[in-house]
C-alpha cells in the first residue's frame, strides 16, 4: 500500500471518527432537549392543574360573597322592619306614659263596695252583690 491510501484510509478514519462524535453529540442534545420538553410539559401541566384550582377557589368564593350579600341586604331590610316597629312601638309607650301620668293626676275617691252601691242607687242604677 503506498502511502497515498494510507492517507486516504487515514482521512476516511478521521471523518468516520468524526461523523461518529457529532453523531453522539448531536443524539445528546436530542435527548437533552427532550428531556427539558418533558420537564416544561410537567411543568406547565402542574401551571395548569394550579390554575383551575385557584379557578375553583375563586368561583367558590364568588358564590360565598353573593350569598352573604344576599344575607346582609336581608338582615339590613330586617333592621329597618325592626327600627320602625320600634319607632312605633315608642310613640305607643309614650302614649301609654302619658295616660298613666294623667291617671295618677285624676282625684281617686276613696270608697267601699256598700257605699258605691248606695251611690249606684241613688242614680237608679241597681247593685249586684
Known amino acids: 500500500m503506498t502511502r497515498k491510501v494510507w492517507v486516504i484510509a487515514g482521512c476516511s478514519v478521521g471523518l468516520l471518527l468524526m ?4 453523531s453522539l453529540w ?4 436530542v435527548n437533552k432537549a427532550e428531556r427539558r420538553e418533558e420537564a416544561q410539559k410537567a411543568a406547565a401541566e402542574q401551571a395548569e392543574d394550579a390554575a383551575a ?4 377557589k375563586q368561583n367558590e368564593q364568588k358564590a360565598k360573597i353573593e350569598y352573604l350579600e344576599g344575607e346582609i341586604e336581608t338582615l339590613r331590610n330586617e333592621a329597618r322592619r325592626k327600627d ?10 309614650r302614649v301609654a306614659r302619658d295616660r298613666v301620668e294623667r291617671a295618677k293626676r285624676t282625684r281617686t275617691i276613696d270608697a267601699d263596695a256598700d257605699e258605691l252601691c248606695r251611690k249606684l ?3 237608679g242604677h241597681g247593685c249586684e252583690k
Do not use: F, Q
Not at 461523523?19 to 457529532?22: C, T
Not at 384550582?53 to 375553583?56: P, T, Y
Not at 320602625?84 to 309607650?93: M, S, T
Open 121 to 123: 242607687e241613688s242614680l
Open 19 to 22: 461523523i461518529a462524535i457529532v
Open 84 to 93: 320602625e316597629e320600634l319607632k312605633r312601638l315608642g310613640v305607643d309607650v
Open 53 to 56: 384550582e385557584i379557578e375553583k
Open 26 to 29: 448531536s443524539n445528546a442534545d
